[in-house]
C-alpha cells in the first residue's frame, strides 16, 4: 500500500496542480490545516493492487 500511496501522491500532484481532475482518476483537492493535498482513491486502490500482484509475482 506504501508503493501505491507514493504513486498516488505524485501523479495526483502533478494534475492536480494543473488544475485536471484526470476524468475517471477523480483528483480531488483536500484542505490539510493550511496545506491543499491532492488525492485520488480510484489509483490509489489500482496502483495498490498492480504492486500488490507484481509483489506476488516475485515469489
Excluded at 6 to 32: D, W
Excluded at 39 to 52: A, I, K, N
Aim: charge should be neutral; glycine fraction near 18%.
Amino acid at each position: 500500500m506504501v508503493f501505491g500511496a507514493i504513486v498516488t501522491g505524485c501523479v495526483a500532484l502533478v494534475l492536480g496542480s494543473q488544475g485536471a481532475t484526470g476524468g475517471r482518476l477523480g483528483v480531488e483537492a483536500l484542505e490539510v490545516g493550511d496545506y491543499r493535498m491532492f488525492w485520488s482513491w480510484p489509483m490509489f486502490v489500482s496502483g495498490s493492487g498492480l504492486f500488490w500482484g507484481l509483489t506476488l509475482l516475485q515469489r
